[in-house]
């Protein structure tokens, strides 16, 4: 098993905090949003939703409710999704919006580039008001390979820049004939980070999973720190059974590779599908995960769907588990593995770097 470490480690992801306060805390969830999970990227839709003028989709990213629409010039573009007079949601869900984001509450609309432009009774009740000044809150969207994200902080760092190195060794990956083809959204009772902390962990794989992922071979395990996302790849122990996309490399084809977009964005290949999945805090001890699934066009959906639950939930059992003995006044954080638990080590320092740099 080899591993490269590129980011000096530090220590806990809050300095000066007991280590049960990381998971139940609802004052440092609110911390982990304010200072990174509403400064992050994160997965919200595919480019297929968003193709025609007038298509929205909206998300939630960290607090911040989000509306993408294309413009009728084409561009893809991002907001808040609050209009500005009383912070109502102006849409809800995917669809087609038409001309304008119009408000249900007192019917204000915004053009699809995001300027206020009509206001019901606005020379009686709002004499002299500046359409102007209220335009709605940008925020910041990109396109990968297909998928569309977007980010609550209008001056955050390019979404390329973000994915880095990490995208760039995805892409030839990503370059075939992939589609979404599934997607499936889970409620999980545990803290956000738990889960994250769980896809970087490589000491539970001979354990949690020793029959769901058995046919590989833990212990030629690869992984490596790019900046602050993570990469990995193993290898089957028998890979002429694995068969896969014909434009990948053998490596790519026949084994299996786990991947983090930090801070909360998990993905898996194989040669048969990419997936993604999201942590997105609820409360302290409870976490949404979306999972997306790309594949072939006329790929088994369903039996793929079915060969990542095998996974994903024991992944899910052992971090509910886990949050239930962390929540405990008893819990303390023992030593960690030297080298399979190090990805938590360097998950840590980039979560310490963010909230508290």
């Not at 980011?7 to 990174?36: C, I, K, V």
């Not at 990213?61 to 109502?88: T, W």
Request: net charge negative; charged share 20%.
């Amino acid at each position: 098993m080899t591993s490269t470490i590129d980011r000096a480690e530090a220590g806990p992801p809050h300095p000066g905090s007991e280590p049960r306060d990381w998971y139940t805390s609802t004052a440092l969830l609110e911390l982990e949003r304010r200072r990174l999970l509403d400064r992050s990227w994160s997965l919200v839709g595919i480019a297929e939703e968003v193709a025609e003028p007038g298509a929205f989709l909206t998300a939630t990213v960290g607090a911040s409710p989000l509306v993408v629409v294309r413009g009728r010039d084409q561009v893809l573009r991002a907001f808040h999704n609050l209009c500005r007079h009383r912070g109502v949601p102006l849409l809800e869900g995917s669809g087609r919006c038409g001309r304008f984001l119009t408000c249900p509450y007192h019917q204000w609309s915004y053009e699809l580039a995001g300027n206020l432009v009509r206001v019901p009774q606005a020379e009686i009740q709002f004499p002299g008001l500046d359409t102007s000044e209220w335009g709605l809150h940008p925020a910041a969207v990109g396109e990968w390979q297909g998928m569309v994200f977007a980010n609550p902080d209008p001056g955050a760092p390019s979404l390329a820049s973000s994915l880095g190195e990490l995208g760039s060794r995805l892409d030839h990956f990503l370059s075939g004939p992939l589609v979404q083809v599934a997607t499936v959204e889970y409620t999980v009772a545990c803290n956000w980070k738990l889960l994250v902390e769980n896809h970087v962990d490589v000491y539970h794989l001979w354990f949690v999973h020793s029959r769901s992922l058995g046919m590989y071979d833990h212990s030629q395990f690869h992984w490596e720190l790019l900046g602050d996302n993570w990469w990995s790849l193993e290898p089957r122990k028998d890979p002429d059974a694995a068969g896969g996309f014909e434009w990948l490399d053998p490596a790519e084809r026949d084994g299996i590779g786990a991947y983090l977009l930090f801070p909360n964005l998990m993905l898996v290949t194989t040669g048969h599908y990419f997936a993604s999945y999201d942590a997105t805090p609820l409360a302290p001890d409870l976490t949404r995960l979306i999972l997306r699934v790309r594949s072939r066009p006329d790929a088994d959906a369903e039996g793929l769907v079915a060969s990542i639950r095998s996974f994903m939930a024991e992944d899910v059992t052992i971090c509910e588990r886990l949050q239930r003995g962390v929540s405990s006044s008893w819990f303390g954080l023992g030593p960690l593995a030297g080298s399979h638990e190090r990805p938590i080590h360097a998950f840590h320092a980039a979560l310490a770097r963010a909230c508290h740099g």
